[in-house]
């Protein structure tokens, strides 16, 4: 239910949440301009969003219309429609360190347990220890993956992996690719090729580009998500390492500054650790 996912977020995200219980006082209806600015910077808030939300508000204001205003930062592109779409193939994106494979293994395991199938492409190729962690998983979590050598063309597998899907009727595909910093030419050509072999094997895939971005980053993981999002279009983000930072407030700059919607948050290293995200449940935790 509703309450039971607030009442999650709140205790998976309890760091930033009780740092910031410190500076506004409990169920006051209204709150000052000064306030809202002190809850905003101690949860690590940039100060241009919290002007940008503050905008045009007058000096005092209520808990609702506050609410109204931070549940807007988070407003961005459209939601993508899951249903009718089979085999549905998410690329996943990302920095190396970033969380990504341990990401690819949660999100496998929440569809599993709501009843799909899924299978993962083995697709950063550039790293045996990647192709070596991934498969690791999938047997841990008892799911098919498809995989090379290292070194080979990350988007032959990508092609494998849905064309696996697709013969053995699987709901979902899953498929990672390598995560060496986007300034190097290579990795921005071999991302384009995998989305463009991803839509030879089945047209209109990927159906999402997901972008892992490491939460305690801040800045530098906005950055590296800008210069994905220039090479291939990022469509949504997950937030990584949540848990015991006190950060949580990063999430408002992420998506703001992104301009795109937060999908999942991580928070932490096992298989149940990925929450969905919803900003209507974050931001009443943080004015709860
Ligand atoms: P990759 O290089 O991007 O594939 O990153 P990994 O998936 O290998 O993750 C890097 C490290 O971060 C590993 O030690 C993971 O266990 C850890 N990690 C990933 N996600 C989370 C998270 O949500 N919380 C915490 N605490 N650790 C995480």
């Known amino acids: 239910t509703q309450e039971e996912s607030k009442n999650f977020l709140s205790k998976a995200l309890s760091k930033t949440f009780s740092s910031i219980k410190n500076v506004v006082p409990q169920k006051k209806e209204k709150i000052s301009f000064d306030e809202?600015?002190?809850?905003?910077?101690?949860?690590?808030?940039?100060?241009?969003?919290?002007?940008?939300?503050?905008?045009?508000?007058?000096?005092?204001?209520?808990?609702?219309?506050?609410?109204?205003?931070?549940?807007?930062l988070f407003e961005h592109a459209p939601e993508v429609n899951l249903q009718n779409t089979k085999p549905f193939v998410r690329l996943i994106i990302g920095v190396n360190g970033a969380g990504k494979t341990t990401t690819i293994a949660k999100l496998a395991n929440n569809l599993k347990r709501n009843g799909q199938s899924v299978i993962l492409g083995a697709g950063d190729t550039f790293r045996a220890a990647a192709i070596e962690q991934l498969s690791t998983w999938a047997e841990k979590l008892n799911i098919p993956i498809i995989k090379t050598k290292q070194g080979h063309d990350a988007s032959a597998v990508a092609f494998d992996t849905i064309s696996a899907a697709i013969s053995r009727n699987i709901d979902n595909?899953?498929?990672?690719?390598?995560?060496?910093?986007?300034?190097?030419t290579n990795l921005n050509n071999?991302?384009?090729?995998?989305?463009?072999?991803?839509?030879?094997?089945?047209?209109?895939?990927?159906h999402q580009k997901l972008m892992i971005l490491d939460g305690t980053q801040g800045n530098s993981a906005i950055a590296q998500a800008k210069a994905f999002n220039e090479i291939v279009g990022i469509d949504g983000?997950?937030?990584?390492?949540?848990?015991?930072?006190?950060?949580?407030?990063?999430?408002?700059?992420?998506?703001?500054?992104?301009?795109?919607?937060?999908?999942?948050?991580?928070?932490?290293?096992?298989?149940?650790d990925l929450i969905e995200f919803s900003p209507d449940n974050f931001v009443d935790s943080l004015l709860d």
Not at 41 to 47: N, P, T
Not at 241 to 257: C, E, M, W, Y
């Open 36 to 72: 809202i600015e002190e809850l905003l910077i101690e949860s690590d808030v940039e100060y241009e969003i919290i002007e940008k939300a503050m905008n045009g508000l007058p000096d005092m204001i209520t808990r609702k219309q506050l609410r109204h205003r931070l549940v807007m």
């Open 237 to 272: 983000i997950i937030v990584t390492k949540l848990d015991g930072t006190a950060k949580g407030g990063a999430l408002f700059s992420i998506s703001n500054q992104l301009e795109l919607p937060i999908f999942y948050i991580g928070i932490g290293e096992k298989e149940n």
């Open 190 to 206: 071999e991302l384009k090729k995998i989305v463009k072999v991803c839509s030879k094997a089945l047209p209109d895939a990927p």
């Open 173 to 184: 595909v899953i498929i990672d690719t390598a995560g060496r910093l986007q300034t190097q």
